[in-house]
């Protein structure tokens, strides 16, 4: 994978986005720092200068069908989650695809796809993972980092390494219509997976469990009467203990 490194960027999916005639695919954008990096709707993404991976992967998609994008999003959480295996015990996919140890977040992902009819042009996949941070804004309200879990600083370069390595093959899978495999593989490695569980939606707080994640996307919540609910991004929020 090309691998493009910046000092500073206002965000890694910008950057490609402005530049996407320019760039190899794919091609990873990384940068050390991020003056506005981004989060799923109107989130930002907090990093600290030189302490943790803030990168943006660009990925044409082959005339893959739109309907297909949401196992992309599988992919770079299961890419990262395996990665992070390799140094921590804990760590879980909270859907979408944010990364947890336990129950604290330590990445996220933005994911912008560009389409073509009912075709996928490319994407832009961005992520940052907190690595080496020690300390964080109060306001934020359950982050950790690597250096925080292992109790060590790591390598960054080794991190990203792993993770585009892994993307890697998730990406040969997906060209071979592997989704279900990812699929599956993702439903084993949710963030409360498995059993009864607080969250909040528009009607107020409620006790479910993760009945499915469809192909779309769309996350299932089964009540303790079998009733079922279905919820796009945003519309369910995991309430923290």
């Known amino acids: 994978m090309n691998i493009v490194r910046l000092e500073s960027v206002g965000s890694t999916n910008d950057y490609i986005r402005e530049h996407a005639d320019e760039l190899a695919s794919p091609c990873a954008v990384v940068s050390d720092y991020q003056t506005a990096g981004r989060g799923q709707g109107s ?10 991976l803030t ?4 990925l044409k998609t082959k005339g893959v069908k739109a309907t297909r994008q ?17 140094y921590a015990e804990g760590i879980s996919v909270k859907w979408p695809n944010d990364i947890y140890w336990n129950d604290s977040k330590i990445s996220g992902t933005l994911i912008e796809c560009a389409v073509a009819g009912d075709k996928l042009r490319h994407l832009v996949i961005g992520t940052g993972v907190n690595i ?9 309200p359950n982050p950790v980092s690597l250096r925080q879990i292992v109790g060590h600083e790591v390598d960054r370069d080794e991190v990203l390494g792993k993770i585009l390595e892994n993307l890697e093959g998730y990406a040969a899978i997906i060209e071979d219509h592997g989704d279900d495999f990812i699929g599956d593989y993702y439903g084993m490695r949710l963030y409360r997976g498995f059993g009864m569980h607080r969250f909040k939606d528009a009607d107020g707080e409620l006790e479910a469990e993760i009945a499915d994640v469809e192909a779309d996307g769309h996350l299932v919540l089964r009540l303790a009467d079998g009733t079922e609910r279905r919820y796009g991004f945003k519309e369910v929020e995991f309430l923290l203990s």
């Open 43 to 52: 989130n930002t993404w907090h990093s600290e200068a030189g302490k943790n």
């Open 55 to 58: 990168f943006s992967i660009f």
């Open 132 to 140: 080496n941070e020690e300390a964080f804004p109060a306001e934020l």
């Open 70 to 86: 949401f196992v992309f999003s599988k992919a770079i959480a299961l890419a990262v989650a395996d990665a992070l295996d390799e």
